[in-house]
């Protein structure tokens, strides 16, 4: 998975699963979501990369291990929805007015 539009221009909005499937009108605020540190989408997004390990030879592959090769892409649109309404419901919180 990467992000659309060049290296220095990067288009959030827009996802490249693979060759075939792009994810388009992804909501900025989706990635107001963030866990340390990261926007959740963005750690999604790295998580999901198959890579193999050069000392042991180990493919990490999520589709391998969930036995669905769907799996990274729901992962990634469960997650959208769950940002953008994780942060519905935090926006919609009093202000805590803490004494000085």
Known sequence: MKFGGKARDKDKTTVIYNSNITMTDIPLEA?????NG???L???MERQVVKTDKASGI???ANETMNNPAY???LFQRVITVSLETMKIVRAQPKL???K
């Open 42 to 44: 963005e750690w999604v």
């Open 38 to 40: 990261k926007p959740a």
């Open 59 to 61: 493919v990490n592959d």
């Open 72 to 74: 990274p892409l729901e």
């Open 31 to 35: 990635y107001d979501y963030v866990v």
């Open 97 to 99: 007015d803490l004494p």
